[in-house]
């Protein structure tokens, strides 16, 4: 992180670097996508806007503190982005799981949520271990959510009869590819504008999506969903 903050190069907004603000605000519009689909994951209840709800959350949290820790230079705030992540695919992880049984399901997320933090706290043992524990969190963030998760999103969606609900799957599959891998490998090669640019378009493309199939299933209750 430290060499991606040697690279970037832009203007200073409200006493921060450019890139460093785009990400903290990036996290705030994150957090406010998340409030947007919160009634719907309830009236809806099901797998896949939990899963979008869990990375809009995970992801706000995550870019925030991020941002904070390039500005800040405190390690406290680059654990809390590393261990949202982490917590994060624990329930991301649940939506390539819908097909188990309830209780399958529920052992399994356990498991996974065990390892994980088993694994944050290896990497908090050691100021060196710490250290990595950043860049180690954007390659499993781009793996696991972006490659397993997102793209497991997507490759359900092209089986989904339902125009509309294949719709949401899609715009929702892109948007966390679009922030995962996308703006995760931006982010590591130490292309921070880009990453930002990449962060944003996320949530666009996935609340956009849900707007649009929402507003087409209104208009045609009778639809099969």
Not at 48 to 65: C, R, T, V
Not at 91 to 111: D, G, H, I, N, W
Not at 116 to 144: G, S
Request: charged residues 15%.
């Amino acid at each position: 992180m430290e060499h991606m903050m040697m690279e970037s190069s832009g203007p200073m907004v409200f006493g921060m670097m450019f890139e460093i603000f785009l990400m903290m605000a990036a996290g705030v519009f994150y957090l406010l996508c998340a409030a947007y689909v919160w009634k719907p994951m309830r009236q809806e209840k099901n797998e896949l806007i939990g899963a979008l709800f869990a990375f809009l959350i995970y992801q706000a949290i995550s870019m925030f503190f991020m941002g904070l820790e390039m500005h800040t230079m405190n390690m406290v705030y680059s654990n809390i982005a590393g261990l949202a992540v982490f917590i994060g695919s624990a329930y991301m992880l649940k939506f390539p799981l819908s097909s188990l049984s309830e209780r399958t399901r529920k052992t399994v997320f356990r498991v996974v949520l065990m390892m994980v933090l088993a694994l944050f706290i290896w990497f908090i043992q050691t100021k060196e271990r710490e250290m990595q524990l950043m860049h180690f969190t954007l390659w499993y963030d781009l793996v696991v959510n972006g490659l397993i998760v997102g793209g497991f999103i997507i490759f359900k969606a092209i089986g989904i009869a339902n125009r509309w609900q294949k719709i949401k799957a899609l715009g929702g599959g892109s948007g966390v590819v679009t922030c995962c891998v996308i703006a995760n490998g931006a982010m590591i090669t130490g292309a921070m504008i880009t990453s930002s640019i990449f962060g944003f378009l996320a949530p666009v493309i996935i609340i956009s999506t849900l707007m649009y199939a929402r507003k087409k299933q209104r208009e045609a209750p009778s639809a099969t969903i």
